[in-house]
């Protein structure tokens, strides 16, 4: 990649986040959505709110309306604001993982885990290092999309912890003992849930309560 297009790379992602902060803090830029816009008409992108920004006179677009169509813009180009601009979603992740880190005690887990941002991933993502310094994120990470709901996150957070487990000491955890099958991390009537999939399916335990029903058991 030749250094001018790396370097018009660089401005288009500059605008994005412009744009980005601009909308969050409500202090948008007009001359910034515009700049954008006919940034990203030049990469050859053609949605109807590119070409509307670009096509009217902003002196005749409302403050409303040109927020409304940046918001449509940054969606059409899928822009993510990851975790940096967006530090909530850390604080939601760890909010999660304090609720996972309940049943970790399960699975003979002791001490307090910590989230772990990867940011030598593509794209950045979010791991966890247990307190003995061990690391779940085997084959996968959070990414920061997860963590804008907090049930979402929640439950990526809990299978991601336990296919990292899996992959680490090839035991399934945790386990129904009723039917004796491994159960899975999921969404369920819009909670986070251990789910099992005996005698047609049922909740084994909200993530965050396995202690009330496996008890605290040691490796």
């Keep these: 990649m030749s250094d ?7 401005n288009t992602e500059e605008l994005k986040q412009r744009v980005y902060l601009g909308l969050r803090e409500d202090n948008l830029d007009p001359r910034d959505v515009v700049a954008l816009a006919c940034e990203l008409l030049d990469w050859f992108h053609y949605t109807d709110a590119i070409l509307e920004v670009v096509e009217r006179n902003p002196a005749d677009v409302s403050p409303t ?3 409304a169509l940046a918001r449509r813009i940054l969606d059409d180009v899928g822009f ?32 307090e885990p910590e989230i772990e941002v ?59 003992p009723r039917h004796d099958l491994g159960v899975h991390g999921s969404e369920h009537d819009g909670t986070a849930v251990w789910w099992c999939a005996g005698d047609g399916g049922h909740v084994l335990a909200p993530v965050g309560e396995l202690s009330r029903v496996l008890g605290s058991r040691r490796k």
């Design 80 to 111: 993510d604001p990851g975790f940096d601009l967006a530090p909530e979603r850390l604080a939601t992740l760890r909010a999660a993982l304090r609720i996972v880190a309940r049943d970790l005690a399960t699975r003979g887990i002791e001490g």
């Design 4 to 10: 001018t297009m790396a370097e018009r790379e660089a």
């Design 118 to 176: 990867l940011e030598d991933w593509f794209p950045v993502g979010a791991g966890v290092r247990l307190a003995d310094g061990g690391r779940l994120n085997w084959g996968g990470c959070i990414l920061p999309g997860m963590c804008d709901d907090p049930t979402t996150a929640l439950a990526s957070l809990a299978v991601m912890i336990q296919e990292s487990l899996l992959e680490w000491t090839w035991r399934v955890w945790p386990v129904c």
């Design 65 to 67: 309306e040109m927020a």
